[in-house]
């Protein structure tokens, strides 16, 4: 089976992430493999080591040990400059509270990235005003200040998907949303990742999300404590 | 990326306001200094330039600089009219007149001198003409009273209680064109006339007492006054009174200081009011030391705020520019916004800062010649351009501290805070 170029898979090996004055290391992995394509929910209590995991993988972190393969090379080698520039291409990032920039439309909210990499050709503005109305959004001009928590995190998504990225990796994309609107966001988060085909891994304490996932991976004190997939979880 | 600068801007504009509001007061109180204490040293100089050589009795030569070129009222020695007889009459003097002054009439001083002064010291007439009689008196170009106005003196100023000559009434007949010194605030009557209201000279005494009744058969004075048609001589080979100062044009330079030299020492000084100027400016180091630290000061004040400013800018724009960099900017990109936004409202404030340094400065400027009567030269020179450039040059590097520290953290750590 051939697998689009798009999709990632990830390979890590002896992951130890310490922090000074820690006595323990907030996350310990010792062998972890995600499959291109997959779509994996991590969970875990509040202090687990989620939001660590997922920086690290991403590259926002650099702070351990061990190595993180994105399709085979390690970005934990990388230099600063070209971590961002691997993320940039790679990852679309969605995370808790937003990040977007007031000021600025939803639209070119969406764009800001792209542009200031300067890839923003017009199929690229053509493909942004199509993601904001699939995410459900018909004024693409308002200003992002003006709109409600869910409609926020709906641009956010589109920003992630702007480039295509090869995955999506989302950090408790749901939590600041009321649970109406976050079920919405959650839908269609899954949605445009498998309208995407990316690979997806989702932090998220969502039951009805976390069932909708191929594989549950459940975090306890910075170890893998449960490595589940979906058969196995549905009763 | 301008766009984004702009919104974000925009949105913090009460923020950015401030920052260029500071920046541009901090580099105004230097700039408005620098240019003042400059204007000052340049219009004083000025205001000197007519004055070769200054001749008057033993004493303070600032203080006789001060009277004759600033005209600030203050009680000089007189020196002998054997003086200025002498001066007259000497081979390496192309004229030599007379300068008394003690009188005043409606907060301007009056002046007596002669018409070869007024003639040399400025370009002409604005309107009307020279005094021809003893009874007639010309304005600077910066007094405010109209042609055949009646000019009533008074001895002293009203301020320090001084009283009218009672029944001596000069009549205007001309107007000077401006000369930027503070002759400009002075009214100029015949020399001989100050010394008749003041009873001196008088070497034709009866004559003059009879004029003196026949005009003024009203008036029950014991006082001195002015003959105000009588024809006004401006030969002093003999008899003059005392006299404060007195201005000496010499031949050539090199009489110039012989005469400096002949007129040193003894009962009288001779000075030459630029060369007193610049000692006085070498004197009042101090003053000039406290201008300077004022300078300093604003100049430090101008870094405090640059550093401030960036080091507020780094808390407000670390999250910022870890979302930038975890969605996908280029580090160039983000570094340039990063400097840019900053450098922007610094140069912004640095740039108003100028402007407002030379508003404040020509407006302190006017307000010192209406005062003065001494026009200051209040501009930008070369060395301001050079202030200029390393300002905004220092800014540019400060400003590159934030893009600089946001590399240094990752976006993770950034995110968070
Ligand atoms: N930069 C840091 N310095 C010190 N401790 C940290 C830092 N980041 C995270 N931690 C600690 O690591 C643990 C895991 O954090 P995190 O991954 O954010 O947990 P989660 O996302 O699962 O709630 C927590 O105990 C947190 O306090
Ligand atoms: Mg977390």
Redesign the pocket.
Known sequence: MTLPETMLSLEVSDLSVSFAGLTSPVLAIGHLTIAAGERVAVTGG?GSG??TFINMITGLDRAGTGSIRWNGSDITRLSETARDRWRAGHVGLVM?DFHLFPGLSAVDNVLLPARLARVADSAMIDRAHQLLSSVGLVRPGQKIETMSRGEMQRVAIARALLRQPGVIIA??PTASLDSSSGEAVATLLLDMAAAAKSTLIV?SHDPSLIGRLDRRLTLSAGRITADTAAKEQTR | MIGFILADLRRLWAGAAVVILLVALATALGVTVTLQERALRLGSARAADKFDLVVGAAGSETQLVLSSVFLQPAPLPLASGDVLAKLSADPRVAWAAPIGFGDSFSGYPLVGTTRTLIASMVDGFAEGRIFEKEGEAVLGAAVRLPLGAEIKPMHGTAETGGETHAGVVYRVTGRLKPTGTPWDRAILVPIQAVWHIHGLGHHEDHDDEDHHDEHHTDSDHEHHGIDIDAPIVEDFAANAPGIPAILVKPKSIADAYRLRQAYRGGNTVAVFPAEVLTNLYATLGDAKLVLSAVAAGSQALVAAALILVTVTHVGQRRRQIGALRAFGAPRFAVFAIAWFELFLMVAVGVLFGFLIGLVAARWIADIFTVQSGIVLPVGFGKEDLRTLLLLLSTAALLSAVPAVLAYRQSPAKALRS
Request: aromatic share 0%; glycine share 0%; proline share 0%.
């Open positions: 509040s989620k939001s808790q950090d408790e932090v």
